[in-house]
């Protein structure tokens, strides 16, 4: 699916069912509308809120029967993420993609056990690190025997409480580690801490974000929506409004068409 502009997409967090499919059968239209391969996501578990009173999910094994559901109910491949080793096998007998977050994309062990499953292994990069860095990274899921690998730009910390989108990124991070390079159009977004000890948010950057990384030539879109973000348990102040996700996309297509008819970065 990563040989091809692909789109990861869904809710921060697994929410009841009825949620993540109303979220899945609008990303299931989009798919079929443009063409364009979707990938719904969503966590079973945010192991890493700013706090300890946040909620985390529906945990992995209802979590799992509820990505199963919307595979059942709308054929999408499926993106989950996994916080610690033993987490990979059960994780990857159901999902396509497994993700490390950008907090743990340096954990052996993790990306080890990830690669192993034989499924596509998808690496955010670290708030704190170069493009060049992740290239260990990266071989580590793919020598253990990954399906696939990519890595995610998420934004670079700037001082205190802001991240930076640095738009070289995504040809320096496919010449350190021959991986496609995708962009996380909603958490490079976030202002860490910002939100009463918790991380804000400054989502009316994200479509311009997200236009002018397809135009630097990044290689798919990672962009997490939810019908109202005030609502989400998780990321809710820099998540994209699910109405607003398909003229965005229709951006993204045109932006592509543009460079291809010109020979723009890739």
């Known amino acids: 699916m990563f040989d091809r502009f692909v789109l990861v997409a869904g809710p921060c967090q697994l ?4 949620l993540n499919l109303e979220v899945a059968e609008a990303l299931a239209i989009l798919a079929r509308d443009t063409g ?3 990938v719904f996501k969503a966590s079973f578990d945010k192991a890493n809120r700013s706090r300890l009173d946040a909620p985390r999910g529906p945990g992995l094994e209802a979590g799992l029967r509820r990505l199963e559901r919307v595979r059942a109910e709308t ?16 994780v990857g007998a159901v999902v396509d993609v497994i ?4 907090f743990l994309c340096r954990q052996t062990d993790l990306l080890v056990a990830a690669g192993r499953t034989g499924r596509a292994v998808n ?13 260990g990274a990266i071989e580590k899921a793919r020598v253990s025997g990954a399906a696939a690998v990519t890595v995610t730009e998420r934004g670079t910390s700037h001082g205190y409480g802001d991240l930076v989108v640095d738009m070289r990124s995504f040809a320096r991070l496919r010449q350190a580690t021959g991986a496609p390079a995708i962009f996380d159009g909603t958490h490079s977004v976030q202002r860490p801490g910002k939100a009463e000890g918790s991380s804000g948010g400054d989502p009316q950057h994200i479509p311009a974000l997200v236009r002018a990384a397809v135009a630097a030539g990044c290689d798919g879109l990672f962009i997490e929506t939810h019908p109202d973000p005030s609502r989400a348990p998780s990321d809710g102040t820099n998540m994209l409004p699910l109405d607003r996700l398909p003229a965005l996309i229709d951006d993204v297509r045109r932006i592509r068409e543009a460079l291809a008819a010109g020979e723009g970065p890739r």
């Open 99 to 102: 993700q490390i977050p950008a």
């Open 75 to 90: 054929g999408l491949p499926l993106l989950t993420d996994i916080h610690e080793p033993q987490q990979a096998d059960p």
């Open 123 to 135: 690496v955010k990069k670290g708030q704190w690190m170069a493009p060049e860095e992740m290239a």
């Open 15 to 18: 929410e009841e069912d009825a």
């Open 36 to 38: 364009m391969p979707v």
